[in-house]
Nanobody, 121 residues
């Protein structure tokens, strides 16, 4: 199983980025998916999650109204559209998958390598 995150980069505050996570080796439509982030010196925490069918979504309070998670089960992709980015959104972003946990807490089934998002003033 492989989760490959991409789309990170350097963006000015107020700007937008779209992260993508491609899944392979897994029955993607059976998995709940999530985006997590870890800033330097801080613990990794959840940003957003979407259930297997795309009908339920969860957002951390800090990103509500600014970020949108979506998925395409046919293409085995999950996305995170990030708008109105702030300096405090700077972190390494990871995608994760779990077949049974909802919400996405605890020891999840699969993690991808992260993609760096840097928001400058």
């Amino acid at each position: 199983v492989q989760l490959q995150a991409s789309g990170g980069g350097l963006v000015q505050a107020g700007g937008s980025l779209r992260l993508s996570c491609a899944a392979s080796g897994v029955t993607f439509s059976s998995y709940n998916m999530g985006w997590f982030r870890q800033a330097p010196g801080k613990e990794r925490g959840i940003v957003a999650a979407i259930n297997w069918g795309g009908k339920s979504a969860y957002y951390a309070d800090s990103v509500k109204g600014r970020f949108t998670i979506s998925r395409d089960n046919a293409d085995k992709m999950v996305y995170l559209q990030m708008n109105s980015l702030k300096n405090e959104d700077t972190a390494v972003y990871f995608c994760a998958a779990d077949r049974s946990r909802w919400p996405l807490i605890g020891s999840l089934d699969y993690w991808g390598k992260g993609t760096q998002v840097t928001v400058s003033s």
